[in-house]
């Protein structure tokens, strides 16, 4: 695979660990990713908005047990460590939506370094990144 494209939605620690995980292994691999944030999931490209993100009700009595196993098999636990480490990979692009900037107040200037310019509508992300892509996932 060439190209794979991420919609993300999902702003719990566990759930979006998920796609992180995909954009690691799939870059590793030479594959080039592009990632859209939207609704609450786009606060992870916000300045400070990553450190909002709690383990899902269920599993909440084991946070600290599950950013252990994180670490464990070599990845930061930390959510803007994953993104600096997923961009130094050169392969992987972040979008925050258009709509959820606006909502959750997200602009050039509390944006991530790693995500600067990169507000997008999501028609956009889907007709120009996503349909061209050779996979695309939802979480």
């Given at each position: 695979m060439k190209?794979?494209?991420i919609v993300v939605r999902?702003?719990?620690y566990d759930k979006i660990m998920v796609p992180f995980a995909f954009a690691h292994l799939q870059a590793a691999e030479g594959c080039k990713v592009n990632m859209l944030f939207l609704s609450w999931a786009a606060l992870a490209l916000k300045e400070n908005g990553a450190n909002q993100f709690k383990i899902q009700t269920a599993h909440a009595d084991k946070e600290q047990w599950i950013k252990d196993?994180?670490?464990k098999i070599g990845m930061p636990n930390d959510i803007l460590q994953l993104l600096k480490m997923l961009n130094d990979t050169g392969n992987v692009n972040f979008y925050a939506c258009s709509l959820a900037a606006s909502v959750f107040d997200i602009?050039?200037?509390n944006i991530i370094d790693e995500a600067k310019g990169n507000?997008?509508?999501a028609s956009w992300f889907l007709n120009d990144i996503a349909l061209k892509a050779d996979?695309?996932?939802y979480w």
């Open positions: 190209s794979l494209a999902d702003d719990s196993q994180v670490s602009d050039d200037n507000i997008v509508g996979h695309c996932q």
